[in-house]
């Protein structure tokens, strides 16, 4: 009879093996990740509530026609500044400026194309001949006045002469007046630009020398407002695209967006300081400050081409400018004004 071998007791047949003891979870490590992912919930939703709050105090016009046979690829956006004074008060056109109280006129007017090709921004020369619907030929800027201004019908008759001038559908619009230029670069706490030469211009409250400077408020309006120099016009919109340029980068830079002290500011300042079409919305708004960024890689920034100072179109160079646009294609060179 066989003798049982001493030592570690046997299990029974066919008994599947012992498995070892499973760790203990690490308590704290899973309630740090359930913490994070809760502050990060929490600051999501908050984003997107400041968000959804800002677009509700957006002011809205009716600016781009339900009725537009216009059609173009890509997307236009229409940026006009307007020179009304009726929210300023007397001390601040005194401040900055600014002149007769009364005047609605669209002092920029800019076209910002993005799609397949190159982002490119047109200025259009606001002394520009073009025949505006229903009031005959007259300079560009006074169809905003001419369809009773910002209260009426402005928005929408300057959009429509844009239209016709162009053959492109303008898919945004948004416009910003005096104040709205003083509260943007207040808010991102200036706007760094290198200055190609002084200019010293008592009618727009300008005094600034020549170098890269950061610009305060009341140098940036004064300073995308002048005519005080020997390009007159041409440079004008030069400097305001420029500083358009400028502006939005730095809205839109991570300093600004991360930083709660001028984020918060720079959107409540803006939903006060804007008006946009119906459609636009502040991830729209978003979708134009990153536009604006893409002109410095690679972009295009341009003037309609004209023949006789900024009045008349070059109709041949302007239209090859449009069609290239309105293809969603890069413009050829000798289609670019100054």
Avoid at 157 to 171: C, M
């Amino acid at each position: 009879m066989p003798i049982p071998r001493r030592g570690r007791p046997q299990g029974v047949a066919g008994a599947p093996p012992r498995r070892p003891p499973r760790p203990a979870p690490v308590r704290g490590r899973s309630s740090w990740g359930r913490r994070i992912g809760i502050a990060l919930l929490a600051l999501l939703v908050a984003v997107v509530g400041f968000a959804v709050y800002v677009d509700g105090t957006l002011a809205r016009v009716p600016a781009v026609p339900s009725d537009s046979a216009a059609s173009s690829e890509g997307t236009n956006w229409l940026i006009v500044g307007s020179d009304s004074r009726a929210n300023l008060t007397p001390e601040e056109r005194e401040k900055y400026a600014t002149g007769n109280p009364g005047s609605e006129l669209t002092d920029t007017i800019m076209l910002l194309h993005t799609g397949s090709g190159p982002t490119t921004l047109v200025s259009i020369p606001r002394d520009s001949i073009v025949d505006i619907p229903g009031h005959g030929r007259h300079k560009i800027n006074s169809a905003y006045a001419r369809g009773g201004g910002a209260e009426k019908g402005g928005p929408e008759l300057l959009v429509r002469t844009v239209e016709n001038a162009t053959g492109l559908r303008i898919d945004h619009y948004i416009e910003i007046g005096f104040l709205g230029v003083v509260s943007v670069v207040d808010a991102v706490g200036g706007v760094e630009m290198c200055i190609p030469e002084a200019i010293k211009d008592p009618k727009a409250a300008l005094d600034i020398e020549e170098g890269c400077q950061t610009l305060d408020e009341a140098t940036a309006l004064g300073y995308v407002r002048t005519r005080a120099t020997a390009s007159s016009d041409f440079g004008r919109v030069e400097r305001q695209r420029a500083f358009i340029s400028a502006l939005l980068n730095k809205a839109t830079s991570p300093s600004t967006l991360f930083n709660p002290f001028r984020v918060v500011p720079l959107a409540t300042g803006l939903s006060g300081s804007i008006a946009v079409d119906n459609g636009t919305h502040v991830w729209h708004l978003a979708q134009l400050g990153l536009a604006m960024r893409g002109l410095s890689d690679g972009g295009i920034s341009t003037t309609v081409p004209v023949r006789d100072g900024a009045v008349h179109w070059d109709k041949k160079r302007a239209t090859a400018l449009f069609e290239a646009l309105k293809a969603d294609e890069r413009p050829p060179d000798n289609a670019l004004g100054p």
